[in-house]
């Protein structure tokens, strides 16, 4: 269970990534990524970014890319939340199936 603490931080990164996101996916023509939860430690030491991504099957690629710069979309992070938080959290970035299995879970409750 998060802490209020945690849950608020978790919002701010989630809505600054959003935007960071969405600046940086603007020159990728056809390209969609949104981050749907993020998860904050107790020590704020670390953040696991949940990512979905249209179209599903550039996900993989795209999360590894993202992994590989994580250090850049940190310091981009930390420029825009420098005066809310004071030690920015290692960012994790994962693959956000929950659409998918929703999606799978539905098609098969239509073949009974």
């Known amino acids: 269970m998060e802490t209020t603490r945690q849950q608020k931080i978790s919002r701010l990164i989630q809505k600054e990534l959003s935007e960071i996101f969405v600046l940086q996916t603007r020159q990728m023509q056809g390209v969609l990524v949104s981050v749907t939860a993020c998860r ?18 550039r996900a993989e690629e795209l999360v590894q890319n993202i992994n590989t710069n994580q250090k850049q979309v940190r310091f981009d992070l930390g420029t825009r ?32």
């Open 40 to 57: 904050v430690s107790p020590d704020m030491s670390s953040c696991r970014v949940y990512l979905s991504v249209f179209p599903n099957d």
């Open 81 to 112: 939340v420098r005066h809310q938080l004071r030690i920015i959290p290692e960012l994790k970035f994962f693959v956000d199936d929950s659409l998918d299995y929703a999606e799978n879970i539905d098609n098969l409750l239509k073949q009974k």
